[in-house]
C-alpha cells in the first residue's frame, strides 16, 4: 500500500467524530516524516526539504488555490472556517470545510483531507512530484495572469470596437460579462503596466505575454481568462482567430459550477457558452475546441449524467464527427450523451444571434439524438 493510501486512512482514523480535532496537526500526515517521497531531486537525496515544502505551502494559501479553480463557499463558520462543495466527489449538500488559517481541508462525504500539496494530487489526479511541479508553475503564472486579466477589463469599455464586437456575438449582460470576466486586448499597452508593476521582461515573455520582440502578443483581442491560460479571440479578420498562452488549456470552463448538474451541455467555442448562459443555460460548459483533454474527458465522467453535446454543425462535417465520435467514447463510460442537431451551417452562438431563443433550443435539447 502506498503512501496516499496510507495517508487516506490516518485521516478518516481521524474520522467524522472528532472534528476539533480534524486541523489540530498543521502538518498533513502525507507530509509526515514516515513518508519517502517517491523521486529524487538534486544531487540524489531521496526528498525535498521540509522547510521548501513549508515554504511552497505558505506562498500557496489552499483557498487562494482553491478559488483559483472557482471553488466557492456555500457557508462560513465560525473562526473563519468555511463550508462548500467538494470538488474531489460527486457532492450535492456541502461537506467540504476549509480551514483557511491552517490552509487545510477535510471533506465529511469523501473522508479525504490534507493540505494545498495533498489537495493537488486529489483534484488533478497525480503523484506528489507532479502536484509539486504544479504548485510551482501556478505559484509563479498565478498572479501575472491575474494582473494582466484585470487589466484587459479595465480596457473593454474603453474601446468601442471590443464592445461593439461582443454585440455582434451576441453578447449583451453586463451579468455575463461579469460572469465570464471578460476583457479586451487593444495591444500595445500591457506590457508596459506590468513592467510598473515590477514584472520584469523575461517573466512576460516566458509566460508568452509578450513576444520575442517585445510586443504585446495579444493584440485586439476580447480576452477569457481561463484556469491557467488566457484565450484571446481576434476581432479582426486578418489575424488567427484563436490564440492561447503556451501550456496546458485547462479543465472544462467553469467546471466547478456546473458539475453538480446532473444533465450537461457541453459547447465547443465559448461565445456558444456565452449566449446559452445568458439565455439561462447555467448547466452549459465548454471544452475550446471539438476535442477534449484527458482531464476534460475525466472531468465529464466523474459522476451517472447526461451530456447534451451542441457542437458546430459546419459544411465539412469536423463538428458534428468529432460528436459522434465523443459520444461513443461516453457511452461506454456510461454516461448517457445525446447530440443537438442545430440547423445546417449553425453553432450554438450563431442559433442565438440569429433569433433563436432559450425555447426554441430547450426544444432541440428535447429533440437530442443517442
Ligand atoms: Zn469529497
Given at each position: 500500500?502506498?503512501?496516499?493510501?496510507?495517508?487516506?486512512?490516518?485521516?478518516?482514523?481521524?474520522?467524522?467524530?472528532?472534528?476539533?480535532?480534524?486541523?489540530?496537526?498543521?502538518?498533513?500526515?502525507?507530509?509526515?516524516?514516515?513518508?519517502?517521497?517517491?523521486?529524487?531531486?538534486?544531487?540524489?537525496?531521496?526528498?525535498?526539504?521540509?522547510?521548501?515544502?513549508?515554504?511552497?505551502?505558505?506562498?500557496?494559501?489552499?483557498?487562494?488555490?482553491?478559488?483559483?479553480?472557482?471553488?466557492?463557499?456555500?457557508?462560513?463558520?465560525?473562526?473563519?472556517?468555511?463550508?462548500?462543495?467538494?470538488?474531489?466527489?460527486?457532492?450535492?449538500?456541502?461537506?467540504?470545510?476549509?480551514?483557511?488559517?491552517?490552509?487545510?481541508?477535510?471533506?465529511?462525504?469523501?473522508g479525504r483531507g490534507g493540505d494545498v500539496i495533498r489537495f493537488v494530487e486529489l483534484y488533478r489526479q497525480v503523484k506528489f512530484p507532479q502536484a509539486l511541479t504544479l504548485l510551482h508553475q501556478f505559484r509563479a503564472l498565478a498572479p501575472l495572469l491575474h494582473e494582466?486579466?484585470?487589466?484587459y477589463r479595465m480596457q473593454l469599455h474603453r474601446h468601442g470596437e471590443a464592445v461593439a464586437y461582443l454585440h455582434q456575438r451576441g453578447v449583451r449582460s453586463p451579468e455575463l460579462i461579469e460572469h465570464m470576466r471578460i476583457g479586451y486586448a487593444p495591444g500595445g499597452?500591457?506590457?508596459?503596466?506590468?513592467?510598473?508593476?515590477?514584472?520584469?521582461?523575461?517573466?512576460?515573455?516566458?509566460?508568452?505575454?509578450?513576444?520575442?520582440?517585445?510586443?504585446?502578443?495579444?493584440?485586439?483581442?476580447?480576452?477569457?481568462?481561463?484556469?491557467?491560460?488566457?484565450?484571446?479571440?481576434?476581432?479582426?479578420?486578418?489575424?488567427?482567430?484563436?490564440?492561447?498562452?503556451?501550456?496546458?488549456?485547462?479543465?472544462?470552463?467553469?467546471?466547478?459550477?456546473?458539475?453538480?448538474?446532473?444533465?450537461?451541455?457541453?459547447?465547443?467555442?465559448?461565445?456558444?457558452?456565452?449566449?446559452?448562459?445568458?439565455?439561462?443555460?447555467?448547466?452549459?460548459?465548454?471544452?475550446?475546441?471539438?476535442?477534449?483533454?484527458?482531464?476534460?474527458?475525466?472531468?465529464?465522467?466523474?459522476?451517472?449524467?447526461?451530456?447534451?453535446?451542441?457542437?458546430?454543425?459546419?459544411?465539412?462535417?469536423?463538428?458534428?464527427?468529432?460528436?459522434?465520435?465523443?459520444?461513443?467514447?461516453?457511452?461506454?463510460?456510461?454516461?448517457?450523451?445525446?447530440?443537438?442537431?442545430?440547423?445546417?451551417?449553425?453553432?450554438?452562438?450563431?442559433?442565438?444571434?440569429?433569433?433563436?431563443?432559450?425555447?426554441?433550443?430547450?426544444?432541440?435539447?428535447?429533440?437530442?439524438?443517442?
Open positions: 500500500m502506498g503512501p496516499t493510501a496510507t495517508a487516506q486512512r490516518v485521516v478518516l482514523a481521524e474520522g467524522r467524530s472528532s472534528r476539533r480535532a480534524l486541523f489540530a496537526d498543521t502538518h498533513h500526515p502525507c507530509l509526515g516524516s514516515g513518508r519517502t517521497l517517491p523521486y529524487s531531486a538534486d544531487r540524489g537525496k531521496k526528498s525535498v526539504s521540509r522547510q521548501a515544502l513549508n515554504e511552497l505551502k505558505q506562498q500557496i494559501p489552499l483557498l487562494d488555490y482553491l478559488h483559483a479553480q472557482d471553488w466557492r463557499p456555500a457557508r462560513h463558520l465560525s473562526r473563519g472556517r468555511l463550508m462548500g462543495l467538494c470538488p474531489l466527489h460527486s457532492d450535492h449538500k456541502p461537506s467540504f470545510l476549509v480551514d483557511p488559517s491552517k490552509s487545510l481541508f477535510y471533506c465529511y462525504g469523501c494582466s486579466a484585470s487589466f499597452c500591457l506590457r508596459g503596466w506590468l513592467a510598473q508593476l515590477g514584472y520584469p521582461l523575461p517573466v512576460l515573455r516566458q509566460a508568452g505575454l509578450v513576444t520575442a520582440e517585445g510586443y504585446d502578443a495579444y493584440r485586439h483581442r476580447i480576452i477569457f481568462p481561463l484556469d491557467g491560460n488566457l484565450y484571446g479571440r481576434s476581432i479582426s479578420v486578418s489575424a488567427p482567430p484563436h490564440r492561447f498562452l503556451p501550456g496546458a488549456k485547462g479543465g472544462l470552463y467553469s467546471w466547478e459550477q456546473v458539475r453538480r448538474y446532473p444533465d450537461v451541455i457541453l459547447v465547443e467555442g465559448l461565445f456558444d457558452y456565452a449566449v446559452l448562459w445568458q439565455s439561462g443555460f447555467h448547466n452549459v460548459t465548454c471544452s475550446l475546441g471539438s476535442h477534449l483533454n484527458a482531464p476534460q474527458f475525466q472531468q465529464l465522467c466523474g459522476r451517472t449524467r447526461t451530456v447534451y453535446l451542441a457542437f458546430d454543425v459546419d459544411t465539412n462535417g469536423s463538428g458534428q464527427h468529432a460528436a459522434q465520435c465523443l459520444s461513443r467514447q461516453l457511452k461506454a463510460r456510461g454516461i448517457t450523451a445525446r447530440r443537438v442537431c442545430l440547423p445546417d451551417g449553425h453553432d450554438p452562438n450563431s442559433f442565438f444571434v440569429q433569433g433563436g431563443d432559450a425555447r426554441q433550443f430547450q426544444c432541440l435539447l428535447e429533440a437530442a439524438q443517442p
